[in-house]
């Protein structure tokens, strides 16, 4: 009798060991996300008429927030066409993010900055996603 208890209390501190050991959010995985930043030039930065063309934005910093974190986890930096790709991610939910100025103008609290952000959720071992185009905005 005693026995089948201790194996049963065994058996169950190892089911649960193993099922507790969820991986959250992060780095050390086979995931992915990829996508491109553009600008758009504005004379007026709170007037899309006055648009002088849209580009390819090199060199700018976008960030990733791993699942329910407040602060960034990582920074990269856009590619000359304006690219980028977080390697190497394990599934979970991911908050992607860059800065552009304030498309509110001086009307806005912080005209120099507002987030242009995507969340995306990494559901595979070895998924992949594609965040499209996102659009910053500056004044020539």
């Keep these: 009798m005693k026995k089948a208890t201790i194996h049963w209390i065994l058996l169950s501190l190892v089911f649960w060991t193993f099922s507790s050991c969820q991986k959250e959010p992060g780095q050390g995985g086979l995931c992915s996300i990829k996508g491109k930043i ?10 899309p008429g006055t648009s002088t063309g849209i580009v390819p934005a090199p060199d700018e910093d976008v960030y990733i927030v791993y ?6 986890d990582d920074k990269i930096v856009t590619n000359y066409d304006g690219e980028f ?5 394990r599934e979970g939910a991911y908050t992607v993010y860059v800065y552009s ?3 509110l ?10 987030e242009v952000k995507a969340e995306v959720v990494l559901s595979g071992r ?4 594609d965040l499209g185009t996102m659009m910053i905005y500056d004044i020539p």
Excluded at 38 to 47: G, L, M, P, Q
Excluded at 85 to 89: Q, R
Excluded at 105 to 114: F, K, L, S, T, Y
């Design 85 to 89: 790709e977080f390697l190497s991610l």
């Design 126 to 129: 070895r998924d992949s996603k």
């Design 105 to 114: 103008g001086a009307a806005a609290d912080n005209p120099e900055r507002m």
């Design 38 to 47: 553009t600008k758009d030039w504005r004379v007026v930065i709170s007037n």
């Design 101 to 103: 100025k304030d498309t």
């Design 67 to 72: 699942g329910d974190h407040i602060s960034p």
